[in-house]
């Protein structure tokens, strides 16, 4: 049996995410004036987390518990969200800077690099960071955001994909926060002390800094092929995907391999959605472990 399959079997789960809120330190890491919130556990190997829309780092309470006996693991608040700042002015959500927002968590702990785990807008600002800050990337676990290659080649030439990213093109308008609301934004989350939570962290969020990662980020109408030189990503890279994602098809995952210089390992999660990490909580936990321990 494969040396993975055998690990993922054996993997046991012991840690308990109930009490992780009591049990995580809170720190802050700064980046040229602007403070980046995190929650951290454990002690090893730095693994850094990094949620996405809309989210916040409690997504990573199942995950942060079962690693913590192994590793420190950081789970970020993205600036815009919950405890981190939210500089105002679409300038200040520009890719370069929501990368320097992870090394800046990665040097706060002391590191010179770490293992990203990231989901969602995380995993584009990751697959960015693993791609031009290698020497800051030992492994990349990316959850439900193909390589942005990939999904731009599906946004060009897969009408379907183009009319699913139609809410992308909702988020770019103008004044598309004032219809957001902290309730309808945790609306995914199933456990309702949960959704609690996360109407907290929404409510001190700021969604005009949600919408700007799309305005800034996200590609825009009318759209053309990346025709630029490929820079491969060096770090071995897993990639979960909850494959009843409806914005994310997955399609885009085809052809990832080209992008990559080492080895890539796929899990793909039949009715798991896009928050596979909740969705899929105990697959997701013992896909990662197993994956670090090969």
């Known amino acids: 049996m494969h040396r993975f399959l055998l690990a993922l079997f054996c993997v046991p789960l012991l840690a308990s995410s109930a009490d992780i809120e009591s049990r995580v330190e809170h720190h802050y890491a700064e980046n040229n004036g602007v403070k980046i919130h995190y929650a951290a556990l454990g002690k090893g190997p730095l693994v850094v987390m990094v949620h996405g829309f809309p989210d916040f780092w409690y997504t990573w309470r199942d995950q942060m518990a079962a690693l913590a006996p192994t590793y420190r693991v950081a789970a970020m608040d993205l600036r815009g969200y919950n405890l981190s700042d939210k500089p ?58 193909p390589h942005p290659r990939a999904l731009n080649r599906e946004i060009v030439h897969n009408p379907e994909q183009q009319k699913n990213s139609q809410y992308a093109r909702n988020f770019q308008q103008p004044g598309a926060e004032k219809s957001l609301t902290a309730e309808g934004l945790a609306r ?60 994310l098809l997955p399609g885009a995952l085809n052809g990832t391999w080209e992008f990559l210089e080492k080895d890539l390992t ?14 899929a909580s105990d697959l997701v936990t013992r896909s990662i472990l197993a994956w670090l321990k090969r």
């Open 88 to 145: 105002k002015g679409l300038e200040n959500y520009d890719m370069r800077l929501l990368m320097a927002d992870i090394a800046a968590v990665i040097k706060d702990n002391g590191q010179q690099k770490a293992i990203l785990v990231a989901h969602d807008w995380g995993s584009a600002i990751a697959w960015q960071f693993a791609t031009y800050l290698p020497q800051m990337v030992d492994q990349l676990i990316i959850l439900n955001l």
């Open 188 to 247: 995914w989350v199933k456990d309702p002390e949960v959704r609690k939570k996360y109407v907290e962290a929404f409510g001190r969020s700021d969604f005009e800094a949600m919408m700007n990662y799309y305005r800034r980020n996200y590609p825009k109408e009318p759209y053309t092929e990346d025709k630029s030189p490929v820079v491969k990503i060096k770090a071995p890279v897993l990639m979960i995907h909850g494959l009843a994602d409806t914005a």
């Open 266 to 279: 796929l899990v793909t999660v039949p009715g798991a959605g896009h928050f596979v990490q909740q969705d």
